[in-house]
């Protein structure tokens, strides 16, 4: 069964740092790409990046919103996730959820799996 | 980046019923787009793949179509768990971007 838990979540001032991680089980870590979306409590979906797998050397995509801000890494080794959040705003606050993607037949990644979030709030 | 807009962004429904939510891409994804289910409180659920392939698991009652442009999801004989937001998402390139969703409620 395929699992994804995210952690690291809290309160945070506004302008410091933040490390999130997701822990993924159920499946070859390494195959898949992964991603981060988040969502203001009560409001819509907004992707912030994602990171490909190892056969694509694990290059990354970023949001505009949060490019030069957000780093997102993984460790095979632990089959984790993870988010490097700096700089935070307090429009940053959210539900951040990890999520696996899987492939389609013509070699596009869709978002498969999710977890169940974990929240950030950034405020003074 | 491609708007994604979604109508209607509520619409309210009665058990049994058939409902129709569309989404309009500011420009051509080919058929590169996905639907999403989620629920108060939970995360979001994947549906529907490349327009119109059901995820694993997701029953026949779901129906994604369309291509370009214009794209429709279908749910037939609506149960009450099916009451929740739906997310149509632009997969044609980054940033991959969502629609604004629509609430399907009960009547």
């Known amino acids: 069964e395929v699992q994804l838990v995210e952690s690291g979540g809290g309160l945070v001032q506004p302008g410091g740092s933040l490390r999130l991680s997701c822990a993924a089980s159920?499946?070859?870590?390494?195959?898949?790409?992964m991603d981060w979306v988040r969502q203001v409590p009560g409001k819509g979906l907004e992707w912030i990046g994602r990171i490909r797998n190892k056969a694509k050397s694990y290059t990354t995509e970023y949001a505009a919103s949060v490019k030069g801000r957000f780093t997102i890494s993984r460790e095979e080794a632990t089959n984790s996730l993870y988010l490097q959040m700096n700089s935070l705003k307090p429009e940053d606050t959210a539900v951040y959820y990890c999520?696996?993607?899987?492939?389609?037949?013509?070699?596009?990644?869709?978002?498969?799996?999710w977890g169940r979030g974990t929240l950030v709030t950034v405020s003074s | 980046d491609i708007q994604m807009t979604q109508s209607p962004s509520s619409l309210s429904a009665s058990v049994g019923d058939t409902v129709t939510i569309t989404c309009r891409a500011s420009q051509g994804i080919r058929n590169h787009l996905a639907w999403l289910q989620q629920k108060p409180g939970k995360a979001p659920k994947s549906l529907i793949y490349a327009a119109s392939s059901l995820q694993s698991g997701v029953p026949s009652k779901f129906s994604g179509s369309g291509s370009g442009t214009d794209f429709t999801l279908t749910i037939s004989s609506l149960q009450p768990e099916d009451f929740a937001t739906y997310y149509c998402q632009n997969n044609d390139g980054y940033p991959l971007t969502f629609g604004g969703g629509t609430k399907v409620e009960i009547k």
């Open positions: 999520a696996r993607a899987s492939s389609d037949s013509s070699g596009y990644y869709y978002f498969h799996y």
């Open positions: 159920g499946f070859t870590f390494s195959d898949h790409y």
